[in-house]
């Protein structure tokens, strides 16, 4: 096995590990100083006071905030991250169950938007006065500009007027396709730019003067060549991906992380906002993680230059 390639990985695990727990201790103290807590509902209810006690009592409420922090960072240590002061369950339950439809819903975008984002990169890059190439650059200069929140809203409008897009409440279309359409154009423009300068590069030169077929030049011998480029950036797409997602699942109702997040806000639920922010951070961090091996598999020069 290769040393130098365990002890990148290592540097990337140990760095992915401190950002998510800064992240998740980030979102346990902002969310515990924030004005009102589980409570507040009940006070504006109407409750007595010694109902709302016994409500704090319960939920450790009452204690300081160093001694709920340091119970939290321990039970994270047993893999216990507490209970929900919402749903009254275990909040590892259902923060995985739904980082699992948002981690679904992710993937299916970035497939979505490699399978026609690179495509349509390497034609527009190696063919820019094809047909296909003349169409995909302003429709891809569009999509870049739109944010994935206004691609939802626009799908279902388009969806409702139609019908040719279920809007129902965990129907997957929507919200794959907002979130890979601008995924999509970003990685056709880079693609493109990386295949116009892989095609110009003297050793593409040098073969095209050998006879190798165009076909195989471009398909095989550029599209190789580009990878580098777009796999430097997966990391930033893969983040842009994730943090698209959240304000996605909340316009189209998509049962995810997101819409967990949104909820556990809005009930001032402590030990599942700082839950969905580990979560939500972990599967960032993979993401990254994932996108630095793959680069440097393609290309070990870029190990020197992450390190």
Do not use: K
Request: charged content about 15%.
């Amino acid at each position: 096995m290769n040393v130098a390639l365990v002890r990148f990985a290592a540097q990337r695990l140990a760095s992915a590990a401190l950002f998510v727990l800064i992240v998740a201790a980030s979102a346990f103290t902002l969310t515990v100083v924030a004005p009102g807590d589980a409570t507040t509902d009940l006070r504006a209810s109407g409750a007595s006071p010694a109902v709302i006690a016994r409500e704090r009592a319960r939920l450790g409420l009452d204690l300081p905030i160093t001694e709920r922090f340091g119970t939290w960072i321990g039970g994270i240590a047993r893999g216990d991250l507490g209970e929900s002061s919402m749903y009254g369950l275990p909040v590892r339950a259902l923060v995985f169950a739904r980082a699992a439809s948002t981690a679904r819903l992710a993937a299916v975008a970035l497939v979505l938007a490699t399978l026609i984002g690179l495509p349509l990169g390497i034609i527009s890059g190696a063919m820019p006065r094809h047909w296909v190439a003349r169409l995909t650059a302003p429709v891809s200069l569009a999509l870049v500009s739109c944010p994935p929140i206004v691609g939802a809203l626009g799908l279902l409008l388009l969806g409702a007027s139609t019908g040719w897009l279920s809007i129902e409440s965990g129907a997957m279309v929507i919200p794959a396709l907002a979130l890979a359409l601008p995924l999509a154009a970003s990685l056709e423009r880079l693609q493109s730019q990386a295949v116009r300068e892989a095609v110009a590069a003297p050793d593409l030169m040098a073969a095209a003067a050998r006879g190798i077929p165009p076909v195989r030049l471009i398909w095989v011998h550029a599209a190789r060549q580009s990878l580098r480029p777009v796999l430097g950036v997966y990391g930033v797409v893969i983040g842009s991906l994730f943090g698209g997602s959240f304000a996605v699942e909340v316009i189209t109702a998509w049962p995810g992380l997101g819409r967990l997040t949104f909820d556990a806000l809005r009930g001032r639920d402590v030990f599942l906002v700082a839950g969905c922010a580990l979560a939500g951070a972990v599967c960032l961090t993979a993401g990254n993680v994932i996108a630095d091996l793959a680069r440097v598999l393609v290309d070990p020069r870029a190990r020197e230059s992450q390190s």
